[in-house]
């Protein structure tokens, strides 16, 4: 299970720090991400932290966001920085275990201008 939290609205260059709690999997091994989608948008990944600590980002986000994890609190998070109106969106914690996807239930982050 993943529970996600931290959204809220904030404005324009604001920042704002999501996380994303894990119970039932074995958090360490699995590649997590952080997906977003905006209204009448698809979904679409923003960033990528692999076991070893890998990390990738979406190319609009480079540079204002930065994804880490806790393997200890088995945690994910997502700090946003120079937050802008586009990044308006439900933001989710997903990873792949067990062969199959688990998401978390989506925090909704609202940028003014």
């Known amino acids: 299970q993943l529970q996600a939290s931290g959204g809220g609205l904030v404005q324009a260059g604001g920042s704002l720090r999501l996380s994303c709690a894990a119970s039932?999997?074995?958090?360490?091994?699995?590649?997590m991400n952080w997906y977003r989608q905006a209204p009448e948008k698809q979904r679409e990944r923003v960033a990528t932290a692999t076991s070893d600590g890998t990390t990738n980002y979406t190319e609009s986000v480079k540079g204002r966001f930065t994804i880490t994890r806790d393997n200890v609190r088995r945690t994910l998070y997502l700090q946003m920085n120079s937050l802008k109106p586009e990044d308006t969106a439900v933001y989710y914690c997903?990873?792949?275990?067990?062969?199959?996807?688990?998401w978390g239930q989506g925090t909704l982050v609202t940028v003014s201008s």
């Open positions: 039932g999997i074995n958090f360490r091994l699995y590649t």
């Open positions: 997903n990873t792949i275990a067990y062969s199959r996807a688990f």
